[in-house]
């Protein structure tokens, strides 16, 4: 081994995600990229009160999460209400793009060890963020519950739209146990990274979920690693994520990011929201 990796702290963490961020500071084309992908997505919600989309990858480190944090950006900025739910309980990171702290979140709402829908404010205006909360054993079941209908049915009463951010479709299975309540995937692919055969299969299984696939996003097109928003430069993210504690030995599973879009012209409490410091 000729260089050996740095342990990244959790403040390194945090700063490196925040330098993925759309913001006003970044570069015209990429806002540009993202307000496109935001157009076409508000013509594909099958004339649904509340659309639901879920970004998605093939493998890791394709840039799912910073695009689902983006696009939720991205969305926010006009004036529309966005929620941001951190769905990959098995190896969270959306807490980090924000500063929030990842408890009392998606996993003890749909394990029933809480009742309260902590939503929390960010510093993105209209931009709100359920993290994932602890890592349970059994995410896949969780999803999959009557608690995940009764979420999101919740949500949709009080935003427009709401993302969740799910684990890559072929090493595990969670995301594809949701086709059915959500409205369509968007796939994140990496230029020059994914294979053709990876992207297919990661299709061909949410297909087999009836699932509805609409639309792929290139990530990095100039093709130049290490330079795209939303790459993890970390290694062996979900490897180390996921593997080392046993999931997805020998399963492919799937991941999404959820959108909702729902009726603001009913003046109605918001769920309870929370400030975090940074």
């Known amino acids: 081994m000729l260089f050996r990796k740095t342990r990244l702290t959790a403040p390194q963490t945090q700063a490196a995600a925040k330098q993925r961020m759309l913001s006003s500071s970044s570069p015209f084309a990429i806002r540009e990229a993202y307000n496109s992908i ?11 009160k509340c659309p639901v989309f879920a970004v998605t990858s093939a ?20 004036t529309k209400k966005v929620l941001l739910i ?133 990530n990095d097109a100039t093709g130049r690693s290490g330079a795209h928003y939303g790459g993890y430069h970390s290694g062996n993210y979900y490897y180390k994520g996921y593997y080392r504690r046993g999931y997805g030995r020998g399963y492919y599973y799937s991941t999404y990011e959820t959108k909702v879009e729902s009726d603001l012209t009913k003046q109605k409490e918001t769920p309870k929201e929370q400030s975090e410091g940074k």
Not at 40 to 48: S, V
């Open 38 to 48: 935001r157009a076409k997505l508000l013509f594909t919600g099958r004339g649904e």
């Open 59 to 78: 493998m890791m480190h394709d840039g799912k999460t910073t695009n689902a944090v983006n696009l939720a950006i991205s969305i926010a900025s006009t």
């Open 86 to 218: 951190d769905g990959d309980m098995r190896k969270p990171t959306v807490h980090r793009y924000f500063g929030l702290e990842n408890k009392n979140g998606l996993s003890e709402i749909l394990a029933g060890l809480t009742n309260e829908v902590k939503i929390r404010k960010t510093d993105v205006e209209n931009l709100h963020v359920l993290t994932s909360g602890q890592i349970p054993p059994n995410p896949a079941e969780l999803f999959g519950s009557k608690q995940m209908d009764n979420l999101l049915s919740y949500v949709k009463e009080f935003f427009d739209y709401v993302l969740i951010d799910t684990p890559p479709v072929n090493l595990v299975s969670d995301a594809a146990i949701l086709a059915e309540k959500i409205t369509g995937y968007v796939f994140v692919v990496q230029s020059g990274k994914n294979h053709y055969y990876e992207l297919s299969y990661a299709l061909d299984s949410i297909q087999q979920m009836n699932g509805n696939v609409v639309g792929i996003i290139l």
